[in-house]
Nanobody, 119 residues
Framework: QVQLVESGGGLVQAGGSLRLSCSAS????????MGWFRQAPGKEREFVGR????????YYSDSVKGRFTISRDNAKNTVYLQMNSLKPEDTAVYYCAVRYVLSSQYNYWGQGTQVTVSS
């Protein structure tokens, strides 16, 4: 059974940084993407970025490109979201998720971690 556990959220001032972690278990093979999403109060869930398990094929939304970086440590089965130059509009619950390459949607989700950026 696939389990994803996010950690690292918290309160930070605008311009600051945070690093989120997503620890994965139960994944089989290596043909999948790990994605990060976020959902702010009253808004729809938004795609942030994703990385292939081989470390290539990273992709970011325009709203975070140049500020956020996704990386992974396969030995630890962990994916990271490094967030720099944070803005109040980055405030949201952040989720990691898994999509197998042959699937059209993300099938497994973590419970989310809150990120709050104060102005």
């Amino acid at each position: 059974q696939v389990q994803l556990v996010e950690s690292g959220g918290g309160l930070v001032q605008a311009g600051g940084s945070l690093r989120l972690s997503c620890s994965a278990s139960g994944l089989t093979g290596s043909s999948y993407f790990m994605g990060w999403f976020r959902q702010a109060p009253g808004k729809e869930r938004e795609f942030v970025g994703r990385i292939g398990w081989n470390g290539v094929n990273t992709y970011y939304s325009d709203s975070v490109k140049g500020r956020f970086t996704i990386s992974r440590d396969n030995a630890k089965n962990t994916v990271y979201l490094q967030m720099n130059s944070l803005k109040p509009e980055d405030t949201a619950v952040y989720y990691c998720a898994v999509r197998y390459v042959l699937s059209s949607q993300y099938n497994y989700w973590g419970q989310g971690t809150q990120v709050t950026v104060s102005s």
